[in-house]
C-alpha cells in the first residue's frame, strides 16, 4: 500500500464526515492534564536536504576502520545477492504480510527460516523471531517459568559466561514478574563455569541459562551442565551463536535429555552491525513445550482444495487472543532482518557456514597467538574458545583503545566495567573479514600503542 | 442444541459437575460451552495432586480462535485427568458429558453456586434474549 497524502480540504471533507470540528477533537478522551504543550527538548525540524548531510556526516565517522569487536555483535561478509533480494520492495516495505490468503511468499520464507534454525539448534520448534539476543533471554524466561509444571520457582540461574547486558536486560522485563537472575561461579584460570563450586541454597531454580560460547569466547562444558540443570528440576535454555552451531554441538543434543529452550542473537546470519540494530532474536525450543513459546510461528497446511500452504498457527496464545494470559506482549518479528538470514544461510548452505565459522576461529587463535607474545599482554583463560578471546594489559584499556581508534583500528571490547575482578580485560575477535594482513596490522598498532603510552607515562 | 443431562449441576461458566459414588468431583463443559468454541484443538490439564480453589485457574481448552480458561467450579485436589484429551480433544465437542470430561476432583469444600439443569437452562434462554 502506497503512501497517499490528504490535502487540508480532504481532511475537513472527512472531518465533516464524521461530525468532528477538528482532529484535535478526536483525542478529548486523554486527561487534559495529561497533554504536553510543548516539546521544549527537542529541537525544530531539519529538511529533507538538512537531514540528509547531517546523516551522511555521522556515517562517514564509522567508515573506513578495521573492527576487533565482537561481545556479541559480529562482523561477518554479507554476500551482495543477500541485501540485493531483501531490499525489494515486496519484502522491504510490505506492511504485516502476514495473512495466509495475501502473502504466501512471506510465509514460506519465514518457514524456511524456521525450519534452518531448528536444524542448528537441534531443536523441534523455532518461531518467526524477537526482537533481538537480549530480549529473547527474558522471553526464555518467561517462557521456563511458565513451562516448567513441576516448579514453582522464579530463580534463574545464569551460567558465569552470560552476556551482562542480556542479564540486565532480563531483569528489566521481568522485574514486575517477580524473577530473580543469579550467577553461577567462574572459574578464573579457565573461563568457563564452575559447577563444582556450585551450591544450591534454598529453592531450586526453575530455570539454568548456558551461553555458549560464552561471552568471553571460551567454550563451557555444555553436556555436564545440561544434566546437572536438569537433575535440579530446572529447564536448560541455551543461548547461542548461530555461526557457531555449523561447528558446535547443537543445544537439542546437550547432556542427556538436550536444551528445552534455545535463544540468542540472530545478527550474524546477514545482518550489518548497523551500530546496534535492528538485530533478531532467535527461539527454538521442544516441541512439547511450544505452547509456551511466544512470537508468531508459521506452519504449513492445507486449504481447501487440498494445495499445500502455509499460516500463522498456534495464535491462541497471542495477545491479540489470549490478552492478559497471552505468552508474551510480542505480536510480531524482525521480518526484513529474518529475511535477509534466510537468504545469507540458503546461499552458504551448511558448508559455507562451516567455513565461516572455521576461518573466524582460526583467524582469532592466530591474533591471540600474535598478541600475547607482546610484553605487557597475557591471555586470560586457558579453556578453549571460539572466535574471541580475553587479554589482560598491563596498563588500563581505555587509553590503549583511543590509541588504536585513532589508527583507525577498533581493538577490541573494553570488560573493565563490566568485569573489574578481571583487571585490565579486553574482548577481541577476529572474524573471517579479517586478513593476515589486518592481524599483523593490530598487532603492531598495538605493540606501538603499549610503547607510546608507557613512554607517556 | 442437545438435552441437559439431569444427573449433573451447572454453573454461570458454563461448567458441569457429576458427584460420583466415592465422593470424587468430575467436571467438564457443557454443551453451550463447546458450541461457542468451535472445534477444539488443545487442552491444557491440571498436575493430578495439584490443588484447586473455587473459582480458580484449572485448565484450558483451546481452539483455533480462542483460548479459553476452565475455572474449578468447586475446591480441591485433582485426582484424575482425562489423558485422552491430549491427542483427542474433539471429544469435548463430540460428547461433552461423557467422553468429553475433563478433570476429576476430590472437593475439600461445596459446590458454590452450582445450578440444577432446570436453573442452568432458564440461564441459557435468558442469555439468548
Redesign the interface.
Known amino acids: 500500500m502506497p503512501f497517499i497524502p490528504h490535502t487540508d480540504d480532504e481532511v475537513q471533507e472527512m472531518l465533516s464526515a464524521i461530525g468532528a470540528s477538528s482532529i484535535d477533537e478526536l483525542f478529548d478522551e486523554i486527561p487534559r492534564d495529561l497533554l504536553i504543550s510543548n516539546l521544549d527538548g527537542v529541537p525544530a525540524a531539519l529538511s529533507e536536504m538538512e537531514i540528509s548531510r547531517l546523516m551522511h556526516a555521522r556515517a562517514a565517522e564509522d567508515c573506513g576502520v578495521v573492527c576487533f569487536i565482537g561481545a556479541g555483535a559480529y562482523e561477518h561478509h554479507i554476500p551482495t545477492a543477500v541485501w540485493d533480494i531483501a531490499t525489494r520492495g515486496e519484502f522491504y516495505s510490505a506492511y504485516t504480510p502476514y495473512q495466509a490468503e495475501a502473502s504466501q511468499g512471506t510465509l514460506q520464507t519465514i518457514y524456511e527460516y524456521q525450519t534452518m534454525i531448528t536444524s542448528l539448534t537441534g531443536l523441534d520448534v523455532s518461531n518467526a523471531s524477537l526482537y533481538d539476543g537480549a530480549s529473547g533471554l527474558a522471553e526464555a524466561a518467561l517462557m521456563a517459568v511458565r513451562a516448567n ?2 516448579s514453582k520457582s522464579k530463580r534463574v540461574l545464569l551460567a558465569s559466561g552470560v552476556n551482562a547486558t542480556y542479564r540486565k536486560v532480563a531483569q528489566a522485563i521481568t522485574a514486575s514478574q517477580g524473577l530473580t537472575f543469579e550467577i553461577m561461579p567462574l572459574d578464573a584460570a579457565s573461563g568457563i563455569t564452575d559447577l563444582s563450586k556450585m551450591k544450591i541454597d534454598g529453592e531450586p531454580p526453575v530455570a539454568v541459562v548456558i551461553q555458549q560460547p560464552s561471552f568471553f569466547g571460551t567454550l563451557e562444558q555444555v553436556d555436564a551442565l545440561t544434566d546437572w540443570a536438569h537433575e535440579q528440576g530446572a529447564l536448560l535454555i541455551a543461548i547461542v551463536n548461530p555461526t557457531s552451531l555449523a561447528v558446535l554441538k547443537a543445544p537439542g543434543n546437550w547432556g542427556a535429555e538436550g536444551a528445552d529452550i534455545a535463544c540468542g542473537e540472530g545478527q550474524p546470519l546477514g545482518v550489518p552491525l548497523s551500530s546496534g540494530g535492528p538485530y533478531f532474536g532467535i527461539m527454538a525450543c521442544k516441541e512439547k513445550i511450544v ?1 509456551q513459546m511466544p512470537g508468531r510461528i508459521v506452519g504449513r497446511t492445507t486449504d481447501l482444495d487440498g494445495k499445500p500452504g502455509f499460516t500463522l498457527t498456534l ?3 497471542e495477545q491479540h ?2 490478552r492478559s ?1 497471552a505468552t508474551s506482549n510480542i505480536c510480531t518479528n524482525q521480518g526484513l532482518m529474518v529475511t535477509a538470514a534466510t537468504i545469507y544461510m540458503s546461499l552458504l548452505g551448511p558448508r559455507g557456514l562451516r567455513r565461516v565459522a572455521l576461518t573466524s576461529v582460526r583467524q582469532t587463535a592466530k591474533l591471540a597467538a600474535m598478541i600475547s607474545a607482546i610484553e605487557g599482554i597475557e591471555k586470560v583463560f586457558s579453556a578453549p574458545h571460539f572466535h574471541e578471546v580475553v587479554l589482560r594489559l598491563d596498563r588500563p584499556v581505555g587509553p590503549v583503545l583511543e590509541i588504536l581508534a585513532a589508527n583507525n583500528i577498533l581493538g577490541g571490547f573494553d570488560l573493565t566495567n563490566d568485569y573489574p575482578e578481571l583487571g585490565h580485560a579486553l574482548l577481541v575477535c577476529a572474524t573471517e573479514t579479517k586478513t593476515d594482513a589486518d592481524l599483523e596490522l593490530y598487532a603492531a598498532a598495538l605493540e606501538k600503542a603499549l610503547h607510546d603510552s608507557q613512554a607517556k607515562t | 442444541m442437545s438435552e441437559l443431562p439431569g444427573d449433573l449441576k451447572y454453573t454461570k461458566e458454563h461448567e458441569w459437575l457429576r458427584q460420583e459414588e466415592d465422593g470424587s468431583v468430575t467436571i467438564g463443559v457443557t454443551d453451550h460451552a463447546q458450541s461457542a468454541l468451535g472445534d477444539l484443538v488443545y487442552v491444557e490439564l491440571p498436575e493430578v495432586g495439584q490443588d484447586v480453589e473455587c473459582g480458580g485457574d484449572m485448565a484450558v481448552v483451546e481452539s483455533v480462535k480462542a483460548a479459553s480458561d476452565v475455572y474449578a467450579p468447586i475446591g480441591g485436589t485433582v485426582i484424575q485427568v482425562n489423558e485422552d484429551l491430549a491427542d483427542d480433544p474433539e471429544k469435548i465437542n463430540a460428547d461433552p458429558y461423557g467422553d468429553g470430561w475433563i478433570v476429576r476432583l476430590q472437593p475439600s469444600g461445596d459446590a458454590g453456586d452450582a445450578m440444577d439443569p432446570d436453573a442452568y437452562q432458564a440461564f441459557l434462554d435468558e442469555l439468548d434474549e
Do not use: E, M, P, S
Request: proline share 0%.
Open positions: 509444571r513441576k505452547r495464535q491462541a496464545r487472543i489470549r494470559k
